[in-house]
């Protein structure tokens, strides 16, 4: 099965409302990622957090890691209309060769709509 | 700074037909170069992966097949398109022989198989 796994599916909420996302795995992880995309286009990278940190921020991004529960949470404060996207985390492995292509693991996405 | 440029945006294609899409990075040398598919609301299938000129690994069996004649330019092929080859391709890259690296893609193909 995936190892990522994000929850909530969908999320609609309202401007100005805080967003919180959340993702789950399975195994050990090098680090794990949380991405962005609009629709029809391309995944665009947000925040990295590695398997030794516990939390971080960006602008109004606020990313958690429980490596004990494999969990992990995208808050997005202070919500905008133009945050409405889907959000992907990609869980890491660092399996060492050449195996790169093995290394990410994407989940199935969130869509969040922020309503105006 | 690094682009990654990918044609066409749409494409419609009837069943049994040939596939090329491109895809080309700039601004890097020696990138890994990946391909995925992505259904309709889901998340992200590996296709392929490179690490070189020349080199490719497949993760799942199908009807495509990638090439990288240029270090910077990754082809996805097919001979005889399926209607279950529809879908919006990505193509992306990360840093030279660090796969844990944030991947950056481009804007995707939508292809409809007819």
């Known amino acids: 099965s995936q190892q990522g796994e994000e929850d909530p599916q969908a999320l609609s909420i309202q401007e100005g409302e805080n967003a919180t996302m959340n993702c789950s795995y399975k195994t050990s992880i090098n680090n794990l990622q949380w991405y962005r995309q609009n629709s029809g286009r391309g995944l665009v990278h947000l925040i990295l957090i590695r398997s030794n940190e516990r939390e971080k921020h960006s602008g109004r991004l606020r990313v958690t890691l429980d490596t004990s529960k ?9 919500s905008r209309a133009a945050d409405t996207a889907s959000y992907f985390c990609a869980t890491v492995f660092h399996l060492g060769g050449s195996n790169y292509g093995q290394n990410f693991v994407f989940g199935p996405g969130t869509r969040l709509s922020v309503l105006p | 700074s690094q682009t990654i440029h990918q044609w066409p945006a749409t ?42 000129i020349g080199q490719i690994s497949s993760e799942v069996p199908q009807n495509l097949s990638a090439s990288r004649p240029q270090d910077r330019q990754f082809i996805l092929s097919s001979k005889k398109l399926l209607l279950s080859d529809s879908g919006f391709y990505l193509c992306a890259w990360s840093v030279s022989r660090q796969g844990w690296q944030p991947q950056h893609f481009g804007d995707g193909t939508r292809l409809s198989i007819l």
């Open chain 1, 70 to 78: 494999k969990s992990s949470s995208l808050l997005i404060t202070a």
């Open chain 2, 11 to 52: 494409l419609v294609q009837p069943v049994g037909s040939p596939l090329s899409l491109e895809c080309t990075v700039e601004g890097t040398s020696n990138p890994n170069l990946y391909w995925y598919r992505q259904a309709a609301g889901r998340g992200l299938q590996l296709l392929f992966y490179s690490v070189g």
